[in-house]
Structure formats: C-alpha cells, structure tokens
C-alpha cells in the first residue's frame, strides 16, 4: 500500500512539474510572438490548462505533505492546539473536496458538447481531470484525518509521517 501511495505521490508531483512547465512555455511563446506583433490565443489558454492542472494536481501533493494554510503563529503561541486545529483544518479540506466534487459532477453535462476555443480540446475533459483530482484529494484527505485523530487518540506528539 506504501509503494502505491508514493507512486500516486511522485506522479502527481510529476504532473504538477509539467504543468508548471507548460505554462511556462506558453507564457514565454506568447512573449516572444508579442514582440513580432503576432499574439496566439492558444498559448494563452494552454496556459490557463496548465494552471488548472498544476492546482489541481498539487491539491494531493500538498494534502499528504500537510503542507496547506495553517496559522503557524496560533500554534507557536498554543502548542497544544496545533493537533484539534489540523484536524479541524482536514475536516475543513474534506468539506471543500466533497463540495468541488459535486459541483462537478453538476457541471460536466453542461460541457459535454463544448470545447475550447483556441485548441478545441473538449471541455468535459477538463472537468472530468479536475473531478479525477478531487477524488484523490479527498481521500487523501480523509487518511490524514484518521491519522491525526489516531495520533491525538494515542497521546503521541510526533510529527505527520
């Protein structure tokens, strides 16, 4: 199960990277042609594509790192608050997740025929990539949640992972 979760893991990150280069390329592309007055818009909604990808993509990355906003100063302050808070926090993240999730599940029949302008990739294939997305990070969610409420259960102070 370990080696699946850091599989899961590094692809994400992975694609994360990738997204993150996409955008930069066609940020860099849309510079250079803008130079010669000839604008594309398709590197521009290549980049908006990649910065889809890149959030949601990175949405697990940052789940199973507990790398997410936290108030850092409540905790330095009140030492004790810090494990109830990031449960709090999860719960909070889970909500969101579910919340993402449904509205999608909403939203894809309303895209089924569309496409985008520029590059003309079907749009439902960016709603089902960020429903996709969501699912992992809700269930990486969930397993940090458990985790943390095992670790408050226990009485153990150690760090996340």
């Known amino acids: 199960m370990k080696k699946l979760e850091r599989k899961i893991y590094y692809l994400m990150a992975g694609l994360s990277s990738v997204s993150l280069g996409i955008i930069i390329f066609a940020i860099a592309y849309q510079i250079v042609l803008r130079l010669g007055r000839n604008a594309t ?11 889809i990808g890149m959030v949601m993509f990175g949405l697990y990355v940052v789940e199973r790192d507990n790398e997410q906003l936290r108030m ?19 719960f909070l993240n889970i909500t969101l997740a579910a919340f993402l999730i449904y509205s999608e599940t909403l939203f894809i029949p309303s ?3 569309r496409a985008t302008q520029a590059l003309k990739i079907p749009l439902r294939y960016v709603h089902y990539l960020m429903l996709a997305c969501a699912l992992i990070w809700i269930l990486a969610a969930i397993a940090q949640t458990v985790y943390e409420i095992y670790l408050l259960m226990s009485g153990k102070k150690g760090e996340n992972k």
Not at 41 to 51: D, F, I, K, R, Y
């Open 41 to 51: 818009p398709w590197s521009e909604e290549l980049a908006q594509l990649g910065l």
């Open 72 to 90: 850092e100063l409540i905790f330095s302050i009140f030492p004790k608050t810090k494990l109830p808070l990031e449960i709090l926090g999860n």
């Open 111 to 113: 895209v089924m025929k």
